[in-house]
């Protein structure tokens, strides 16, 4: 008879009584060879697991719970402590971690055992970083993970753990602090210098401005005297010449405001009020209609909703963009201005629209740069009121924008802050 692997010989008088026997002992043959099976791939499998933690980089560690000593410290430990695994086994928890981690754990593992012992599986593993004692009198400092291992019965008696050496990063985490902390005060101080040389550049700024301001104001009012008290006596020549300075002073006056203009924006502080653009545009226009040719252009103002802003610096915007479009539409047959505002990409966009000469849209990335000028020395401005505009919008976190046709007239667009409709 053949049974698991084991043949059995019975005469025939015996076969029948001494079977069962017989099968109980081949049953238990085979159990005990599978055992012996599980034995060997068990020992097989702790080999292949000794091997791979003996020639691992960091270090793996088991701690018995009951004593507090390590039963297992893989090799590497020599490397990052400089003591054997020989030496590191007859250390108990004390001994072998750095007095002020060696507190933490003792605080803070038995609530972690006990956690997991109650069935809180969850606490199983844990990471921390630990500091340790090396041979040499020094600390290293290594991120530990472990994990509690528990007996049939559920009671922790070991932890397993895994010690990687984490100097290194730690000296480039202190480097990265040094340097930031070093960059740091560079920048201060190099904004401190650059603010003291722009506070420097203002006030030369203004100090030339008033300076040039006098002899500004007797060339311009000399030559409007001559043209009007004495235009008959001077002649049309004269005329055309006293004019000539009349329109150049008025030039020099925009060469000297606009410039400390755009400078002021962005290093005020910008106060934001809730602000009545139909009266804020009402208001522009008065003035502006004593001008010399604005009183002949044809204005239509729509519909204004209400923004969020700085009422000087949305002043200025109005005041630049209006005084644009009365000065490029003032050549056409029939000077019309539009202004109004409407949805735009799901924002409230003012414009302000005019017949005039137009652009060419080739050149729209120009139109706000400062002393920027795309058209020639016949029309008035420093070349500045648009760049304004665009610092003034910004300042709102806003944006600006054209579009144009040469001889067609333009339309620049902006978007403030509105405030949303009841």
């Known amino acids: ?164 050496d984490i100097t290194e990063r730690r000296r480039a985490e202190r480097e990265i602090r040094r340097l ?31 300076d040039l301001r006098a002899p500004w104001h007797a060339i311009n009012g000399y030559a409007s005297i001559l043209l009007q008290a004495h235009g008959d006596a001077i002649g049309e020549e004269g005329r055309e010449m006293s004019a000539r300075i009349v329109r150049n002073t008025r030039r020099m006056a925009d060469l000297i405001d606009d410039p400390l203009a755009f400078s002021r924006i962005g290093r005020t502080a910008t106060r934001h009020n809730q602000v009545d653009m139909a009266a804020l545009v009402a208001g522009v226009l008065e003035a502006a209609g004593a001008e010399p040719g604005r009183d002949h252009a044809k204005v239509h103002v729509g519909e204004l909703a209400a923004a969020i802003g700085d009422v000087t610096l949305l002043r200025q915007v109005w005041t630049n963009l209006l005084g644009n479009a009365f000065k490029f539409a003032a050549g056409a047959g029939r000077p019309t201005i539009e202004v109004g505002c409407g949805p735009a990409g799901g924002e409230i966009v003012s414009f302000v629209r005019d017949n005039g000469a137009g652009f060419d849209m080739l050149w729209a990335d120009k139109l706000f740069g400062v002393f920027e000028r795309l058209h ?14 665009r610092r003034a919008v910004e300042a709102h976190g806003g944006r600006v924008w054209a579009r144009g046709e040469p001889g067609r007239g333009a339309t620049f667009f902006f978007s403030p802050p509105t405030v949303a409709p009841s």
Request: charged content about 25%.
């Open 1 to 164: 008879m053949h049974y698991g692997g084991v043949v059995v010989f019975l005469r025939r008088g015996q076969q029948m009584e001494r079977a069962p026997a017989i099968e109980a002992l081949v049953h238990q043959a085979t159990i005990a060879l599978r055992r012996v099976r599980a034995e060997r791939e068990l020992r097989e499998s702790e080999g292949r697991y000794r091997l791979i933690a003996d020639n691992a980089a960091d270090v793996v560690w088991l701690l018995d719970i009951a004593d507090g000593r390590f039963t297992y410290v893989s090799p590497s430990v020599e490397r990052l402590r400089g003591y054997t695994p020989v030496e590191v086994l007859g250390q108990n928890r004390e001994e072998a971690l750095a007095p002020e981690s060696c507190r933490e754990i003792s605080e803070g593992l038995p609530p972690l055992i006990a956690a997991v012992e109650a069935g809180d599986v969850s606490l199983r593993a844990n990471v921390a970083e630990v500091y340790q004692p090396c041979k040499n009198d020094s600390m290293v400092a290594t991120d530990v993970t472990s994990t509690l291992l528990t007996n049939p019965s559920g009671k922790v008696t070991q932890v397993l753990g895994v010690s990687r």
């Open 180 to 210: 930031n902390e070093e960059l740091e005060s560079r920048v201060t101080e190099r904004t401190a210098r650059l603010e003291t040389a722009i506070s420097e550049l203002e006030a030369f700024s203004y100090s030339v401005s008033h």
């Open 376 to 389: 020639g020395p016949e029309c008035e401005g420093a070349g500045v009121g648009l760049a304004i505009v």
